[in-house]
């Protein structure tokens, strides 16, 4: 496997030197604050992850308070009292994205958190408790038993929380199997996902860099050359 510090001159240089690689990794993440994150705010960025899926991010953020008026706040557990006929009228409610099949996740992702925040006492909690070297697994976890959280969906949540998560785009592929790992074009196998999860284990260990960051700087190493401004309106961080 190539050095993960011949990984990082590479991306520097492409984005202009050092200082401005660094200023487009984001805060250092902190998976045990996650911990503090009330079940409402956890089931507002499931959503909103999951509306943003497939659309243009910043078309669901300006939209963002009228989903969180048309969706109660996202209470978990005010949620799950409300009738068929509150769901059904959603799908007309101009104050968000009217898709039948996203709203509906809503609703099973309300019990999903409200299940897993009475066996930890918290969701946040649950998350904090997950083992930082075995996003693969949590993954899983949240494909198998949330609506609408695999793939990409799912680690754009755990980023968007602050949980340290890689997230496997295409250039961030494409910069592991540049580097020497023998994966897919598009990594989803278990077998591919267990040795993505175990070279970026090994990168933290050699770097001492959080999973996020190592993750953005394969993504800024390889393909198209994206400039520092179009990354941060991208990502919402300009």
Do not use: C
Request: no cysteine.
């Amino acid at each position: 496997m190539t050095d993960f510090q011949k990984i990082r001159q590479r991306a520097a240089k492409r984005k202009g030197g050092e200082a401005q690689l660094s200023s487009l990794l984001g805060p250092v993440p902190d998976n045990a604050a996650v911990a503090d994150i009330a079940d409402d705010r956890i089931l507002s960025t499931m959503a909103e992850r999951i509306f943003a899926a497939g659309f243009v991010w910043r078309v669901i953020e300006q939209k963002w308070p009228g989903f969180e008026e048309a969706f109660l706040r996202f209470e978990p557990k005010r949620l799950l009292f409300q009738p068929d006929d509150f769901w059904h009228d959603l799908a007309s409610d101009q104050r968000i994205v009217r898709n039948p099949e996203k709203i509906k996740s809503v609703r099973d992702n309300a019990a999903f958190v409200e299940r897993v925040s009475k066996e930890h006492g918290g969701f946040g909690e649950f998350l904090a408790n997950w083992p930082a070297d075995d996003q693969v697994g949590l993954m899983a976890y949240l494909g198998k038993h949330g609506s609408r959280l695999g793939g990409n969906t799912g680690q754009y949540f755990l980023r968007w929380l602050g949980w340290d998560a890689f997230v496997i785009s295409s250039d961030m592929a494409a910069a592991l199997r540049d580097a020497g790992l023998d994966i897919a074009e598009s990594p989803t196998s278990k077998r591919d996902l267990d040795k993505i999860q175990a070279q970026i284990n090994q990168w933290v260990a050699d770097t001492r860099l959080p999973r996020r960051h190592i993750s953005r700087i394969l993504a800024m190493s390889i393909g198209e050359n994206h400039s520092p401004q179009s990354l941060r309106e991208y990502m919402g961080e300009d």
